[in-house]
């Protein structure tokens, strides 16, 4: 039996009231020490909601750190692995960040917000290792996590809802742009970030703000059929945009306690991150090493036959083992069966055919499916409104 | 093209031996000492108008003789004052206990006592000439087993098996306990098991009850496994050491530049190239060698933002606490202590009345306060070597502790009554002494840390516990005197096998740089 590890009272995000409120079927989960929900009211619907019209998911559960002050710039650029003088104000990086052995504690997006100001947003709590990173820098770290609320609001019509709550002009902003906003005498910030692959933004108030902006979002959204949406409709949609999670894909490198667990940038299919033209990095030199001596694993997306989503399955090719499903799942827009994979190399060249071992539970019988499967080039799910600027109105 | 084969930061003895062997070798060495003076902890100064003294470490008892031959320092004015000196415990009533060689005598040790002592150097020689297995060579790494490595392992696991099963197993319980444990289960007699006790913690911020002080003491004692039965003292007080060490690297073809600070470690991509100095001057060389301890090293001269994190948490994590002080006084004759007999202050002498003793002058340690009652390691150097102060006066010089570097309320405050405390212990066993101090010096861990630079005023360059010696000293994955930074090296104390003019670091460090090839 698996006894609850920890019993932790969770907490309410600034918005637990108007979530609760819609949250029909009650089904809550812990996400970083927050209640928040796993569905509202039907995971499918849900998910229709981020690939048809307006999706609302709150987002204020991840970690937000600020980091100013001169050294910040360069702060940046020694903790993560691509160039962040790249990053324009008013501009956001998604990035992933290694220990000294190159191995991905996390990913993350940064918005710069001014010469020296910029805000991490990290799936993990990293206030340890900002502030271990932040030695020999003239900088300060603040951890704003409390202090920030945020929704993700995802979908073809989120920009009209949007506009329609008073963001004008919004449809220019263009993809890893923000902007500000007045928003009931204070100000609002909203970013054309997310995590779903579509449309969307991301946007940021103050906790005092959080409500009122919930109530305006979905009354101006009532037209374009916006809904909430919880984790599970979101990991689907992660999944058939081709993106990664920490503590899912990949062990958070200084959390791993077996050797050899953790995996590297490029072991993850992220090598466009790291930037080994910069003169230091956390994780360069072994990264230089890596790259010279070769990886162990090789991240794979994987189109699987049928329609039984290859959670936690084998990989196999003939006899042998070969690899591990890490995130999988029917992905209904692409109608596509997922999965995620890490593959030992030198496999996992695209158009590679293994089989998927899939085990399923069914009134307590256990059921071995043998699935083939294809490593395919990139996200099965990539629409052209994601990055068009203006936003296709709708 | 660059200026030096070696740029070696410090003549600090271990930065002196390194020079000497990278220039035996051939190479083109600079050596950078901010001091004017070259031996770093190996040093005299003037402390009062015509008085002389050792100014950090004062006895010899563990200079590598492989490295004192190598380097021909008698040939470089090396000259000792007096060799095998005895150690005496001293006894507020005038029984004293004697130590010489494997013979305890008077202070109420009992035959049982006399016969224990002998076995138990016995066996502690046993387990030191093992360690000096390991202190002879580069520690060898857990994991990447190199053929040196495996030599090495070799010959600690052959050393191991020789030990025969008791001694074997005995020092894996005893290197995990407590010198306090060890005492108390050996010997009945309080005054010999605090005069070895005091060995075990003297240079550390440690109490007979900590654990480590097992190792600690085996540290010390290995001097006896490389010749030194009992403290030497050097004719003309240390720096004749440091300025012997400097003839030699000089002989060699090494170039040794004082007053001259280093700035920067300079730094391009992943490579070391040289160093700034304070005046603005640059110079590069193949390789640097910084004998600095680690902290400074990375965090002050490299500075933690030119490296990756998990280095400079470690590095950061280093610790470095001491609560050693040293106290020299003037004396303008030599003072009476009681029962002692005159001939006899010429002896180590010690202030450690039982192990409840030294761990109550531990104590306040342990809350940034001082002893109120310190212990302590005396010399009378002016005995053997009057030229250290005027005619027919003396000098004293003494390692006492505990104090700590950043006492509650600071040194200004706790300055003077410390060195009351420590003159009122001194006066329980020569009652005349205060009559004849005509000059007085109290040099705080602060002051050894400034004087010195010595982070923490820790002469090990980093405390010498289990987790910070061998294979993680001076953390892990640079413990081979390289740093994971190509071009740096480190050949100081904070490095394998630590602190107390041993030079072995400075030696080691040398023979890796030439075994990788670093300077072909």
């Not at chain 2, 050491?241 to 470690?265: C, E, H, Q």
């Not at chain 2, 004998?291 to 990375?298: E, G, H, L, N, R």
């Not at chain 2, 953390?475 to 005197?481: K, L, N, R, V, W």
Request: hydrophobic share 40%.
């Amino acid at each position: 039996m698996n006894l609850p590890s920890r019993a932790t009272m969770l907490l309410e995000t600034p918005f637990h009231s108007r979530v609760a409120e819609r949250c029909e079927i009650n089904d809550w989960g812990n996400w970083m020490g927050y209640t928040t929900p796993n569905a509202f009211f039907d995971v499918e619907l849900e998910y229709f909601s981020i690939r048809s019209t307006t999706g609302v998911f709150d987002l204020s559960p991840m970690n937000k750190y600020r980091i100013q002050g001169p050294d910040a710039e360069a702060y940046l650029n020694r903790m993560a692995t691509r160039n962040i003088s790249k990053i324009g104000i008013n501009r956001v990086g998604y990035t992933v960040w290694c220990n000294d052995a190159g191995m991905v504690m996390d990913d993350g997006t940064i918005f710069r917000l001014g010469e020296s100001d910029y805000r991490l947003c990290s799936y993990q709590r990293a206030i340890d290792w900002l502030l271990w990173c932040a030695m020999g820098f003239d900088v300060t770290i603040t951890d704003e996590t409390e202090d920030l609320a945020a929704l993700a609001v995802q979908g073809p019509t989120s920009c009209t809802s949007l506009t329609e709550m008073g963001l004008t002009d919004l449809n220019t902003l263009k993809p890893f742009g923000m902007r500000t906003y007045d928003f009931e005498g204070e100000k609002l910030m909203v970013s054309r970030t997310g995590f779903t692959g579509d449309l969307g933004y991301e946007v940021w108030v103050s906790p005092e703000k959080a409500e009122t902006l919930w109530d305006q979002l979905f009354d101006a959204g009532k037209e374009y059929l916006i809904k909430p949406f919880g984790s599970y409709a979101l990991d689907i949609a992660r999944i058939e945009t081709g993106f990664i999670q920490a503590g899912v894909d990949f062990v958070p490198a200084e959390e791993m306690v077996r050797p050899g667990r953790a995996r590297s940038p490029f072991e993850l299919g992220l090598s466009w991150l790291v930037d080994l033209e910069k003169p230091l990095f956390n994780g360069r030199t072994a990264l230089l090493k890596e790259k010279a001596n070769g990886s162990r694993y090789r991240f794979a997306i994987l189109n699987v036959d049928g329609n039984k989503p290859a959670e936690h399955s084998f990989i196999m090719k003939g006899d042998r083992q070969i690899g591990t499903v890490t995130s999988a799942a029917w992905c209904p827009t692409a109608k596509s069966n997922i999965a995620f994979a890490q593959l030992e190399m030198p496999e996992g060249a695209i158009g590679s055919e293994y089989v998927a071992e899939i085990y399923y539970q069914r009134e307590l019988h256990w059921t071995r499916l043998l699935a083939p499967c294809k490593v395919i080039d990139g996200p099965i799910f990539n629409p052209k409104r994601r990055r068009k600027t203006p936003a296709i109105p709708h | 093209m660059t200026d030096f084969d070696a740029i070696i930061i410090g003549a600090g003895h271990n930065g002196l031996v390194c020079a000497s062997y990278l220039a035996k070798a051939g190479k083109k060495v600079l050596v950078l000492e901010s001091r004017a003076v070259p031996g770093g902890c190996a040093a005299t100064h003037e402390f009062a108008p015509g008085f002389n003294v050792s100014s950090c470490a004062q006895w010899l008892y563990q200079l590598s003789p492989k490295v004192v031959s190598d380097l021909k320092l008698p040939q470089h004015g090396l000259v000792y004052a007096a060799e095998g000196l005895a150690t005496i415990a001293l006894d507020d009533t005038g029984d004293h206990l004697h130590l010489q060689g494997d013979s305890a005598s008077g202070g109420g040790v009992s035959i049982e006592d006399q016969k224990a002592y002998a076995l138990f150097r016995k066996k502690m020689r046993k387990y030191a000439k093992l360690m000096k297995t390991a202190y002879d060579t580069r520690p060898p790494k857990l994991v990447e087993h190199d053929l040196h490595d495996k030599m090495t392992f070799a010959k600690l696991g052959l050393g191991m098996k020789l030990l025969g099963k008791d001694d074997m197993s005995d020092l894996m319980r005893l290197i995990l306990i407590n010198i306090f444990d060890v005492m108390k289960e050996t010997f009945q007699s309080p005054k010999l098991q605090a005069a070895l006790a005091l060995d075990a913690v003297i240079g550390t911020p440690m109490g007979p009850r900590s654990p480590n002080t097992v190792f600690t003491y085996l540290h010390r004692f290995m001097g006896e496994v490389l010749g030194f039965e009992g403290a030497t003292q050097v004719k003309g007080g240390m720096g004749t050491l440091g300025v012997a060490l400097s003839n030699a690297a000089t002989d060699l073809g090494a170039v040794v530049r004082y007053d001259t600070s280093v700035a920067s470690i300079d730094k391009t991509h992943d490579r070391v190239t040289g160093v700034t100095l304070t005046s603005g001057e640059q110079l590069t060389a193949k390789l640097i060698v910084s004998s600095a301890d680690p902290k400074t090293t990375f965090k002050s001269l490299l500075g933690y933002q030119h490296m990756e994190t998990g280095l400079a948490r470690r590095i950061e994590q280093i610790r470095f606490k001491s609560g050693t002080v040293k106290v020299h006084l003037a004396l303008s004759g030599l003072p009476t202590f009681t029962g002692l007999d005159p001939s006899a202050l010429g002896q180590r002498l010690v202030i450690a009345p039982s192990l409840n003793a030294l761990e109550s002058a531990f104590n306040p340690l342990k809350y940034d306060e001082s002893s109120e009652r310190p212990v302590m390691d005396i010399s009378i150097p002016t005995i053997h070597d009057p030229s250290l102060a005027p005619n027919g006066q003396h000098v004293l010089s003494a390692i006492v502790q505990y104090a700590p570097l950043n006492p509650k309320g600071g040194w200004e405050a706790l300055r003077a009554p410390f060195m009351t405390a420590v003159i009122a212990e001194l006066t329980r066993y020569a009652p005349d002494i205060a009559s004849l101090i005509t000059a007085q010096e109290l040099l705080t861990p602060a002051d050894l840390a400034d004087t010195f630079g010595m982070t923490g005023g820790n002469w090990h360059h980093g405390e010498l516990t289990m987790d910070q010696v061998l294979m993680t000293r001076p953390a892990t994955g640079i413990s081979q005197y390289q740093t994971g930074i190509d071009g740096l090296y480190l050949c100081g104390a904070g490095s394998h096998p630590g602190g107390g003019l041993m030079g072995l670091a400075g030696k080691n460090s040398a023979q890796e740089i030439i075994r990788q090839g670093e300077l072909a």
